[in-house]
């Protein structure tokens, strides 16, 4: 009865972050850095210049890759022969960076 609200027209779905986040949710994965976390694609082919994570050893690092070898977060290089034992996990997509301080007052 009656006619439809003129507003329903401008309705739209919720913000979803996990659709933001990770549009291949399948292949994606979380590793948590001291700063927060970081979000990876193991779907998508990094190219050189782009944020990648990779595992050397037993845990996970961030780097940038280049077409020589990686540079890590820490900035040291890795090429030649250090390069074999590496595995890259993805392309960084998403870093979420905590600014949660607990010393800092409460205004």
Same mark, same amino acid.
């Given at each position: 009865?009656?006619?439809?609200?003129?507003?329903?027209?401008?309705?739209?779905?919720?913000?979803?972050?996990?659709?933001?986040?990770?549009?291949? =949710?399948?292949?994606?994965?979380? +590793?948590? %850095?001291? #700063? /927060?976390?970081?979000?990876?694609?193991?779907? *998508?082919?990094?190219?050189?210049?782009?944020?990648?994570?990779?595992?050397?050893?037993?845990?996970?690092?961030?780097? =940038?890759?280049?077409?020589?070898? +990686?540079? %890590?977060? #820490? /900035?040291?290089?890795?090429?030649?022969?250090? *390069?074999?034992?590496?595995?890259?996990?993805?392309?960084?997509?998403?870093?979420?960076?905590?600014?949660?301080?607990?010393?800092?007052?409460?205004?």
């Amino acid at each position: 009865m009656g006619f439809p609200s003129p507003a329903s027209d401008y309705i739209e779905r919720r913000i979803d972050l996990n659709d933001v986040l990770m549009p291949h =949710r399948n292949n994606m994965i979380l +590793i948590e %850095t001291p #700063d /927060g976390f970081v979000l990876a694609d193991k779907s *998508m082919k990094p190219a050189p210049g782009d944020k990648i994570a990779f595992q050397m050893g037993e845990f996970p690092q961030l780097g =940038r890759l280049f077409s020589s070898g +990686i540079i %890590t977060s #820490d /900035g040291e290089t890795i090429d030649g022969e250090g *390069m074999e034992g590496i595995i890259v996990l993805g392309k960084v997509t998403a870093e979420v960076v905590s600014v949660y301080e607990p010393l800092r007052p409460t205004i």
